[in-house]
């Protein structure tokens, strides 16, 4: 490859991140500053008022809304509604993208509420519509916690259905069984209604975990069989309490969750994975065979393993056994299942699956040192950055050569005085010499270059010179001097190719080929060679 010799930038690189964060939004007109309750219908009992002051409101004292239950023939309640029916497209409330909500995320829901009369709480209610002819789903009449005869803040999360397209957001006071938790001695007032269109978080997944795995709670809690007859002895595990199945009686199977069956996710395992099942045993009849772990589907799968068995079965060991879980086409759902080998009796405890830990948490490390960089000229090309600290060192690398197409810069702990980058032309002469073979016309060898010479020296390419022809391809180099008598100094002549890159310290190997049609003392073949710095022939 031909390499050309480039200069290195020193740069420094920074980064910033940038955050963002959302607000809670309110919904349509949610904070009444349009009068008259715009956005909004209602409902109330007879008797019961539902009003739109235009002032006294929550903190900007303007609007409200206002259910007032108080009014001698008021009965189970009242409340207010958005959108108004109609407002939107057959009735089917707000659509989520008006409140940037999607569907199957949890979000936080909030209002500011204040009892103008009586001590009762207001609520709310959330209903999910997809386009149907009625509600989807709803949350039911959600009561707030607490009340106050100021204007204060409550909110509720509520996970949207999948397949939900728009919802209704109802601030309502119902009183009696299944309402807000209000009486007909209350008057509720409601203001900036919003929603926090970022998701809340979801929780983290805690997987199943096999209950009374250690048996120590008495009788076998959560453990059930339908084949066998198991005994929970309370003394004699490892330690205490523990599981005995008799297998010399014919097939017995004890099986976690109480015999249900579970989806592997809901235990934590994913489809196609490994993982190991553990559990201390032991035989205690004299029999040979230890116990299997069992997993079953509903119809078509079952998968038993038993452990390999060392040392002295009839004492207590600790065994691991590595199972693979099918699809879920494979298996949808199975039973967790514990069975002792044929012909023995076999003692259960300490039954678990181990789960793989967190990853680590990742460590960002900071280091001080100087990058290195330079322009890419060709993206076809690489590029091989050197360095030395004085004039007299050689050029050592720094890393591996680096192709145009990434980032052209390298990573140095400590700074150096010099810097060079050797860039590699793809398809050139591998050895760096280019027309080697001199296969360019009679009249031009170039790159290379005529040393100096005497008169009636001459260089020049030919496809054949009396018996000789080209070592490869089709021509060759052909040097020829007259040499005069003593005491003239003899002819020479000679051709000197482009330079090439080198590191110094380096060995090579210079390899030519040559032949001397005519011998005589004088006649002499040889290789010359010449070194370069940044500053001319050293």
């Given at each position: 490859?031909?390499s050309?010799l480039?200069k290195l930038t020193l740069c420094a690189?920074?980064?910033?991140?940038?955050s963002?964060?959302?607000?809670?939004?309110?919904?349509p007109?949610?904070?009444?500053?349009?009068?008259?309750?715009?956005?909004?219908?209602?409902f109330?009992?007879?008797g019961g008022?539902?009003?739109?002051p235009?002032?006294?409101?929550?903190g900007?004292d303007?609007?409200?809304g206002l259910?007032d239950?108080t009014?001698?023939?008021?009965?189970?309640?009242?409340?207010?509604v958005?959108p108004?029916?109609f407002?939107y497209?057959?009735?089917?409330g707000?659509p989520l993208?008006?409140?940037?909500l999607?569907?199957?995320n949890?979000y936080?829901?909030s209002?500011?509420?204040k009892?103008?009369?009586?001590?009762?709480?207001?609520?709310i209610?959330?209903?999910?519509?997809?386009?149907?002819g009625?509600?989807a789903?709803n949350?039911g009449?959600?009561?707030?916690t607490g009340?106050?005869?100021q204007?204060?803040n409550?909110?509720?999360?509520?996970?949207i259905?999948p397949?939900?397209l728009s919802i209704?957001?109802?601030p309502?006071?119902?009183?009696?069984a299944?309402?807000?938790?209000?009486?007909?001695?209350?008057?509720?007032?409601?203001?900036?209604?919003k929603?926090?269109n970022?998701p809340?978080?979801?929780?983290?997944f805690v997987?199943d975990?096999?209950i009374n795995g250690?048996?120590e709670t008495?009788?076998?809690?959560?453990?059930?069989?339908t084949?066998?007859?198991?005994?929970?002895?309370?003394?004699?595990g490892?330690?205490?309490?523990?599981?005995?199945?008799?297998?010399?009686?014919?097939?017995?199977?004890?099986?976690?969750?109480?015999n249900?069956?579970?989806?592997?996710?809901?235990?934590?395992?994913?489809?196609?994975?490994?993982?190991t099942?553990q559990?201390?045993m032991?035989v205690t009849?004299?029999?040979?065979?230890?116990?299997?772990?069992?997993?079953?589907?509903?119809?078509?799968?079952v998968n038993?393993?038993?452990?390999?068995?060392?040392?002295?079965?009839?004492q207590?060991?600790?065994?691991?056994?590595?199972?693979?879980?099918?699809?879920?086409?494979?298996?949808p759902?199975?039973?967790f299942?514990?069975?002792?080998?044929a012909g023995?009796?076999v003692?259960f405890?300490?039954?678990?699956?181990?789960l793989?830990?967190?990853?680590?948490?990742?460590v960002?490390?900071?280091e001080?040192?100087t990058?290195?960089?330079?322009t890419v000229?060709?993206?076809?090309?690489t590029?091989?950055?050197q360095?030395?600290d004085?004039?007299?060192d050689?050029?050592?690398?720094i890393?591996g050569?680096?192709?145009?197409?990434?980032?052209?810069?390298a990573?140095?702990?400590?700074a150096?005085?010099?810097?060079?980058v050797?860039?590699?032309?793809p398809g050139?002469?591998e050895?760096?010499?280019?027309n080697?073979?001199?296969?360019n016309?009679?009249s031009?060898?170039?790159?290379w270059?005529?040393a100096p010479q005497?008169?009636?020296?001459?260089?020049?390419?030919v496809?054949?010179y009396?018996t000789?022809?080209p070592v490869?391809?089709?021509?060759?180099l052909?040097?020829?001097a007259?040499?005069?008598?003593?005491?003239?100094?003899?002819a020479e002549?000679?051709v000197?190719s482009?330079?090439?890159p080198?590191t110094a310290g380096?060995?090579y190997?210079?390899?030519?080929?040559?032949?001397?049609?005519?011998?005589g003392?004088?006649?002499?073949?040889?290789?010359?060679?010449?070194?370069?710095?940044?500053?001319?022939?050293a």
């Amino acid at each position: 490859m031909k390499s050309i010799l480039r200069k290195l930038t020193l740069c420094a690189l920074s980064g910033a991140a940038i955050s963002a964060h959302a607000a809670p939004v309110l919904i349509p007109n949610g904070d009444f500053s349009i009068p008259g309750g715009a956005n909004f219908s209602f409902f109330e009992s007879a008797g019961g008022v539902v009003s739109f002051p235009a002032t006294g409101g929550s903190g900007d004292d303007g609007g409200y809304g206002l259910v007032d239950l108080t009014v001698p023939s008021a009965s189970w309640g009242g409340g207010i509604v958005s959108p108004p029916d109609f407002f939107y497209p057959a009735n089917q409330g707000i659509p989520l993208a008006n409140l940037g909500l999607v569907a199957g995320n949890t979000y936080t829901f909030s209002m500011d509420m204040k009892n103008f009369a009586g001590t009762g709480t207001g609520g709310i209610k959330l209903e999910a519509w997809n386009g149907g002819g009625g509600a989807a789903s709803n949350t039911g009449n959600l009561p707030a916690t607490g009340s106050s005869s100021q204007w204060a803040n409550y909110s509720w999360n509520y996970t949207i259905p999948p397949g939900t397209l728009s919802i209704k957001i109802v601030p309502l006071v119902i009183t009696g069984a299944g309402g807000s938790g209000a009486t007909t001695a209350d008057s509720v007032g409601f203001d900036n209604i919003k929603v926090n269109n970022t998701p809340v978080p979801p929780p983290p997944f805690v997987p199943d975990q096999i209950i009374n795995g250690n048996f120590e709670t008495p009788g076998g809690a959560g453990w059930a069989t339908t084949e066998g007859t198991p005994a929970f002895p309370t003394t004699g595990g490892n330690p205490d309490g523990n599981a005995v199945l008799d297998g010399t009686g014919g097939f017995a199977v004890l099986y976690a969750f109480n015999n249900t069956f579970k989806t592997f996710a809901s235990l934590g395992l994913a489809p196609g994975d490994t993982y190991t099942f553990q559990m201390d045993m032991r035989v205690t009849n004299g029999g040979t065979n230890i116990g299997f772990v069992r997993l079953q589907a509903p119809v078509g799968y079952v998968n038993e393993q038993a452990p390999a068995i060392s040392g002295d079965v009839s004492q207590w060991a600790t065994y691991s056994i590595q199972l693979t879980v099918p699809d879920a086409a494979t298996a949808p759902q199975i039973k967790f299942g514990l069975r002792p080998g044929a012909g023995s009796i076999v003692a259960f405890d300490n039954v678990k699956i181990i789960l793989p830990g967190p990853p680590p948490p990742v460590v960002a490390t900071i280091e001080q040192g100087t990058v290195v960089g330079w322009t890419v000229n060709d993206p076809d090309n690489t590029y091989q950055p050197q360095k030395r600290d004085a004039v007299e060192d050689p050029w050592t690398d720094i890393g591996g050569p680096v192709p145009g197409t990434s980032v052209p810069f390298a990573f140095e702990e400590t700074a150096s005085n010099f810097y060079q980058v050797l860039e590699t032309v793809p398809g050139a002469p591998e050895n760096g010499v280019l027309n080697p073979g001199f296969e360019n016309s009679e009249s031009d060898i170039a790159p290379w270059v005529i040393a100096p010479q005497i008169s009636g020296a001459t260089a020049t390419t030919v496809t054949s010179y009396l018996t000789y022809t080209p070592v490869g391809g089709s021509r060759m180099l052909k040097l020829e001097a007259e040499n005069f008598a003593n005491p003239v100094p003899p002819a020479e002549i000679g051709v000197r190719s482009d330079t090439i890159p080198v590191t110094a310290g380096t060995p090579y190997t210079v390899n030519f080929s040559a032949a001397v049609p005519q011998l005589g003392a004088s006649f002499i073949v040889g290789c010359r060679v010449n070194y370069f710095d940044d500053f001319g022939p050293a």
